[in-house]
């Protein structure tokens, strides 16, 4: 089965756009029963500083349904990077929506404004060195540190003030696919691109009927001249930046190892007990320069 490749950012936008689709995907994330969203998810646009191209990442304002069966309002946010070292622009967010106050309907009926507790889902195209799995969780806990013992219940106070977190690797698929998570993330598999890097071809079976809508839901966007387009794009714009980047790094590493011949002959002269005055004037540098590298 083709589908357009989620990892490319206009591919996992059409994927979290479809309230439907979202819910799917949210609920399959972190194992609880989205009851509904209230708002369609709300796309935050920034921009990559170096590419000059927008980045979208999502928050959905949703109503859970927690261990107890009770209805919960939560934000969740959900950020993708195919790039290492993102720690910086994500915190950044984060930071953002903890200082939010969000409008919903609470458990009464009644329409309240005020801070949400917060989910963050983080879908990673490279590996974390220490975690040799695709999918992690880090979820808080309450502990009593006098008694020892974990306490079952949170109070609002520690929710709003600490949150659980989600982190895919979609780099740390394995063969073997048992778990839905696993089988979810399988339509991120990067082993499965084609000559066109936007499209994969997976398979099409799924013994799960929310993963096959989402396969389906990829898979109908292959025939969208105008997404193939957007995809096309946005591989031209990569393609290019990659390219001024490994220029860039050439040029870095020239000048680095132009540098450490200067030095080297500096020292070498100075070594010949060459007045410093002469190495300066052979070397074109001036004399504070040449005493700095003699150290």
Do not use: W
């Amino acid at each position: 089965m083709r589908i357009i490749n989620p990892i490319y950012d206009q591919a996992f936008k059409y994927l979290m756009e479809n309230e439907r689709i979202a819910k799917m995907i949210l609920s399959l994330i972190i194992e609880k029963e989205i009851i509904s969203l209230q708002t369609k998810p709300q796309e935050v646009k920034t921009h990559d500083p170096k590419r000059d191209i927008p980045l979208s990442r999502f928050d959905f304002k949703v109503i859970i349904k927690d261990i107890d069966n009770k209805h919960v309002n939560v934000l969740i946010e959900i950020q993708k990077s195919n790039k290492p070292n993102p720690i910086m622009r994500f915190r950044r967010y984060l930071g953002k929506n903890y200082i939010k106050q969000e409008t919903f309907v609470d458990s009464d009926g009644k329409q309240v404004t005020e801070p949400l507790p917060i989910i963050t889902i983080y879908f990673l195209g490279y590996n974390l060195a220490h975690y040799d799995t695709p999918a992690i969780v880090v979820n808080n806990v309450v502990k009593d540190t006098v008694n020892n013992c974990i306490i079952d219940h949170k109070d609002r106070f520690v929710e709003l003030l600490t949150h659980p977190s989600y982190i895919l690797q979609t780099g740390r698929l394995r063969e073997s696919r048992k778990t839905r998570i696993e089988k979810f993330l399988a339509i991120f598999d990067q082993q499965c691109i084609t000559n066109d890097r936007y499209i994969l071809d997976i398979e099409d079976a799924a013994d799960d009927n929310d993963i096959a809508t989402i396969k389906e839901y990829l898979h109908r966007a292959t025939e969208d001249e105008e997404m193939l387009l957007k995809l096309e794009l946005e591989e031209d714009v990569e393609k290019e930046f990659q390219t001024l980047e490994k220029n860039l790094e050439k040029a870095l590493l020239n000048e680095a190892q132009a540098q450490e011949t200067l030095n080297t002959t500096i020292r070498n002269l100075h070594s010949m007990n060459m007045p410093i005055e002469q190495i300066a004037s052979i070397t074109g540098k001036d004399i504070d320069f040449v005493k700095q590298v003699i150290g």
